[in-house]
């Protein structure tokens, strides 16, 4: 018998200043059973960096046909396909061939550097990636803010993100590798 996922709840106020966005969400985050609590909060961090009415998380993990996060339009059609970690480069040509927009989300220091510097120049046609590092010792931190139930606002201002629950802040500042021109 397979281990079941680990349901987590969060109440996530999501404030951000940067792109005007404010809004409360309700999420349902299951973690894969190989799936660790450090991904996980790279998961709610990222869904909060890209926050919209449409963001959902994807089966990811589960299947490898889906993204960690997706948006879709109200057709079906993806806008947005973000990848966590260090995808390859076949998989981040089919997403941008399939999606308005691609991001991929490192969080893992000195392995993202090297999986970037191996393809980066094969990527740079691709005008719909994006790319961001999280500091790993920052998500390290997230990971103490995370419990089976959690209430987390996410202000977001001036490129820095700040995660608070009642007790505790965490600041990070994402580092945009690739953006595409607006």
Do not use: C
Request: hydrophobic share 40%.
């Amino acid at each position: 018998m397979s281990p079941k996922a680990t349901v987590y709840k969060a109440e996530l106020q999501v404030t951000d200043m940067d792109r005007h966005y404010y809004a409360s969400r309700d999420l349902v985050l299951a973690q894969h059973p190989s799936e660790t609590e450090a991904r996980l909060m790279v998961r709610l961090i990222t869904f909060a960096l890209f926050a919209d009415e449409r963001l959902e998380f994807g089966r990811g993990l589960s299947n490898e046909e889906e993204p960690d996060l997706w948006r879709r339009d109200y057709t079906g059609d993806i806008e947005q396909w973000i990848d966590l970690g260090q995808p390859d480069e076949s998989r981040i040509r089919k997403a941008s061939g399939r999606a308005r927009q691609v991001v991929v989300v490192n969080y893992s220091g000195n392995a993202a550097q090297i999986w970037w510097d191996r393809i980066a120049n094969s990527l740079t046609r691709l005008k719909n990636l994006t790319v961001v590092d999280l500091d790993p010792a920052k998500i390290e931190e997230a990971v103490g803010l995370l419990q089976r139930s959690m209430r987390l606002t996410a202000m977001i201002q001036d490129g820095e993100l700040q995660l608070m629950s009642e007790s505790e802040t965490v600041t990070m500042t994402p580092v945009w590798r690739v953006r595409p021109a607006s």
